[in-house]
């Protein structure tokens, strides 16, 4: 049977590449066993001790086999496969979990002296606050102190450095956990006494104090302090065919891209699989799986990307959860990504719970985006072709500008269907929004740093294709465009944000607008909108721009012919289950308007549309017919829940 939700936009079908390995030898890893050796040769019977060992020897063909138990090591294999039938495979065996951890624990702790905790002009709070100091071994580190190195040092070019504080960029890469959650570090030594739960380093990078919360003793908790930068990283470029599968990568000291360096890294290589897999607490990156950085050279031809992403855990990476560059065909499927971008680096323009570079015959399908704080849930950057974006939850941004990014675009169609698109809440300064008492602010239209929080936005992107979504709660509009035409040179990065097609697709409650065109070279019919009211269809372009209801949409743009309006409510969980209702409370109207515009008070009234035959399924798998419903069921079960 034709799967329908791997349909490309241009119509073929995503090339699956993958075949069922074949294995000529298996090697056992076990460092819980007490004859574990890697001195053995590596049986069931007499395992390896550490990954490193069988990385060193492991040939295609060859499957890694990890029993349970923590493993304080970077494994850094030695060869790659060569086609899908002979890969080399690392995954855990199945008698517990296998952890890969980039720290180490200490025990050595000292109360922290001779260092002012709070100034004259302080007042210090009530009670004492209880500092520890730890002397980093040198012999921990290896040739990489993340103690020394701050969280940027390769690319800073991007940075606006008027419109971000810079401190968490400047901040040492090397963090405290305390029970495995990591410490706040403080860029002074006085912050400690301010906040508990904190860490500050010493200026050389081989000291750091620390205050536990509720200025508890750390001789009661695990204490451990990062000494790796990556959990699995080749140290060779371009190995292939690799499969790393069911591990758990923890505490990797990764800085902030570029370039792209992962707590599990392809480091250029094609053709991996890595699936099954757990990423706690990255410093800056969870997954690398591109070329890594711009600035190296790129063959005419070499291959990027074609690798799985599948049925991962992603949670709380620094900066970015999943990062590709110039990576081709990439499956990322399955995943759950929460917590991205607590490093709040996002000025640095690579933050993101997924954050690819000119991705082409991409498919990016049925992943759950929860959390992601002052990033992007998703962000595909300039060259975008044929990429099809189904079947996903982006839930709650939080400080976040837009659910999904698309930028500067200006070759083929990028198709985004059968998603749910719920609570972005804006990235603004509160200080910024002024105060304007009666109608003065009513006829602002455009974009601006005080209000934004966008479901969809692009930069430049032609031809974006918008179909059978449900987009909702989002502070600012559900849809949102606007061309670039300074970067229309060089690399021709720009675009004109024309010939976009917003099809079927439910828009609920956003704040400003549902739909912002930038000029009427575009295309939106059968949507249906709930709980929008005042002018919230808008084209801005040529001046003066637009600011319309459906009828006036409908009659002066032509646009949404069978489009409606509703009010009722509607809520989505965790797991993107959706319920609908009617509300409590009818809209504020006068006379005969909600007869004038068709609103629809009861859910179960809202009419069919036409099916778009770039979205053959709905978000279930369910075909659609020729009539279906708008956004991204074929059909609903209205009341308590769906």
Not at 613 to 637: C, H, I, N
Request: overall charge negative; hydrophobic content about 35%; glycine content about 10%.
């Amino acid at each position: 049977m034709k799967d329908l939700s791997a349909i490309l936009p241009d119509g073929r079908e995503y090339e699956f590449w993958e075949k069922e390995p074949v294995w000529t030898r298996e090697l056992h890893v076990n460092a819980s066993d007490p004859t574990a050796s890697d001195g053995n040769d590596g049986s069931e019977g007499k395992p390896f001790r550490t990954i490193g060992r069988a990385a060193a020897i492991a040939t295609p063909g060859t499957r890694v086999l990890i029993h349970g138990g923590i493993y304080r090591e970077c494994v850094k294999p030695e060869e790659g496969g060569t086609d899908p039938e002979h890969m080399i495979s690392y995954e855990a065996f199945g008698d517990g979990d296998v952890i890969l951890r980039a720290s180490e624990e200490v025990t050595k702790f000292i109360p922290s002296k001779g260092w002012m905790l709070f100034r004259g002009w302080e007042n210090a709070p009530k009670g004492e606050a209880k500092i520890w100091e730890y002397d980093l071994d040198p012999d921990l580190f290896r040739g990489y102190n993340p103690f020394c190195a701050v969280n940027i040092l390769h690319d800073r070019l991007f940075i606006e450095y008027d419109k971000t504080d810079m401190t968490t960029y400047l901040n040492r890469r090397g963090c405290v956990f305390c029970d495995g959650k990591p410490l706040e570090q403080v860029p002074l030594y006085n912050g400690m006494g301010a906040k508990d739960g904190t860490y500050w380093v010493e200026a050389n990078g081989m000291k750091v104090h620390f205050r536990l919360p509720g200025d508890e003793d750390p001789k009661n908790h695990r204490i451990e302090v990062t000494v790796r930068e990556q959990c699995f990283a080749p140290e060779k470029e371009f190995l292939n065919y690799i499969r790393v599968k069911g591990l758990i990568c923890e505490h990797a000291a990764t800085g902030a891209p570029v370039p792209q360096r992962g707590a599990i890294s392809a480091h250029r290589g094609h053709h991996w699989i890595i699936e099954d897999c757990e990423v706690n607490w990255s410093n800056g990156v969870a997954v690398d799986v591109g070329n890594e950085c711009w600035h190296h050279t790129h063959t005419p031809g070499e291959t990027i990307g074609y690798s799985v992403v599948r049925n991962c855990r992603i949670r709380d990476a620094g900066v970015c959860g999943i990062a590709g560059m110039f990576a081709e065909r990439m499956l990322i499927e399955g995943n759950t990504i929460e917590g991205t971008g607590w490093q709040k680096m996002e000025l640095s323009w690579e933050a993101g719970a997924i954050k690819l570079h000119n991705s082409v015959d991409g498919l990016i399908r049925n992943n759950i985006f929860r959390n992601t704080i002052r990033a992007d849930h998703l962000w595909l950057d300039c060259g975008n072709e044929n990429n099809r974006i189904t079947g996903n939850l982006f839930i709650h941004g939080i400080e976040q500008r837009e659910a999904i990014f698309i930028e500067c675009t200006r070759d083929g169609i990028n198709l985004i269907d059968n998603n749910i698109i719920w609570d972005v809440e804006g990235r603004f300064d509160p200080a910024k929004i002024p105060a304007e008492p009666g109608s003065s602010g009513w006829y602002k239209l455009r974009e601006n740093e005080a209000v934004n929080g966008y479901g969809v936005y692009g930069e430049g992107t032609d031809r974006l294709q918008v179909v059978h979504n449900l987009i909702g709660k989002c502070r600012h509009s559900g849809y949102y465009l606007k061309p670039v035409p300074f970067r229309m040179h060089g690399m021709e990065r720009g675009g004109t944000s024309r010939d976009a097609r917003i099809l079927g697709n439910i828009f609920y409650d956003c704040g400003e607008a549902a739909i912002v065109f930038p000029t009427r070279d575009n295309e939106a019919e059968d949507n249906l909108y709930v709980r929008m009211q005042g002018g919230y269809l808008r084209v801005m372009y040529p001046e003066p721009e637009v600011c319309l209801n459906l009828p006036a949409w409908q009659e002066f743009c032509g646009f949404d012919r069978e489009g409606q309006n509703a009010w009722f409510d509607m809520d989505v969980d965790e797991n993107g289950s959706i319920s609908f209702r009617k509300a409590e409370k009818p809209p504020m109207a006068f006379g005969g308007q909600l007869e004038r515009l068709q609103m629809i008070l009861d859910p179960e009234e809202v009419k069919e549309i036409h099916a778009c035959p770039l979205s053959p399924a709905d978000r279930e798998g369910k075909k659609r017919e020729e009539r279906t419903m708008p956004g991204p069921l074929a059909a609903w079960k209205t009341g308590n829940g769906q």
